[in-house]
């Protein structure tokens, strides 16, 4: 019952991320910056984002214009890590006999018997990919909490740090202002790849 439950969370989650936009919320976001209470609306928004599904680069960005970016890393970082368990919970949890979350389960557990847990999330987390379909393949492929937490730790790092540095030199805070830069989205792929490419060699050797 638990795992159909996880199931159908994963859904929400997945529909939140389709209907709900971060646009939608620029006005809510200014008055955060505007207010006393902003570390408590932080958490708040942090809070919700898996359940809205927010990239994590627009609160990154949010916390490097409101708190620079020595200190808006480490705060960022950590809502990147926090804010990814609920997804990775979700894919433990979701049920593996299903047509649709089996599949899923059976791929996510190949992918990361290849590639090695720590890995195969740094790779996952360094290519352009969403937070939470790469959070709940990490829960489906049975990576356990340590790996989860340190593979999203150095695999979100140079994205916390674009996006940070980013926010920190907004002179407005809007979400265009927020766009990655495509050479480090590019950088990104590349290290991805790099990462990845002994695994290819290897699977292309035994077929070969």
């Known amino acids: 019952m638990k795992r159909y ?8 989650v997945l529909v939140l991320a389709v209907v709900a936009r971060p646009a939608d919320a620029l006005g809510a976001l200014r008055t955060a910056l505007a207010s006393p209470w902003f570390p408590v609306l932080l ?32 705060v960022a970082l950590a809502g990147a890590v926090v804010t990814s ?18 599949r899923f389960s059976d791929g996510s557990q190949r992918f990361f018997a290849a590639t090695g847990d720590v890995r195969g999330l ?19 492929g049975d990576v356990s909490l340590r790996s989860f937490v340190a593979g999203t730790l150095v695999g979100e790092l ?6 940070v540095a980013l926010g920190s030199g907004l002179d407005a805070f809007t979400m265009a202002a927020t766009d990655v830069n495509p050479v480090v989205v590019a950088g990104g792929v590349l290290a991805a790849a790099v990462l990845l490419s002994p695994v290819a060699y290897r699977a292309w050797r035994r077929r070969a």
């Open 5 to 12: 439950a996880a199931g159908v969370a994963l859904t929400a």
């Open 43 to 74: 958490v708040g928004l942090y809070a919700v984002r898996p359940l809205l599904g927010w990239p994590i680069s627009v609160l990154s960005a949010l916390v490097g214009f409101q708190y620079g970016l020595v200190a808006g890393v480490p």
């Open 85 to 102: 368990l609920p997804a990775y919970a979700a894919g433990r949890y979701a049920p593996a006999d299903g047509r649709l979350f089996g």
């Open 122 to 140: 740094v790779a996952a987390r360094f290519a352009p990919t969403p937070a939470e379909p790469v959070s709940a393949a990490a829960g489906a």
């Open 158 to 163: 140079p994205w916390v740090v674009a996006t």
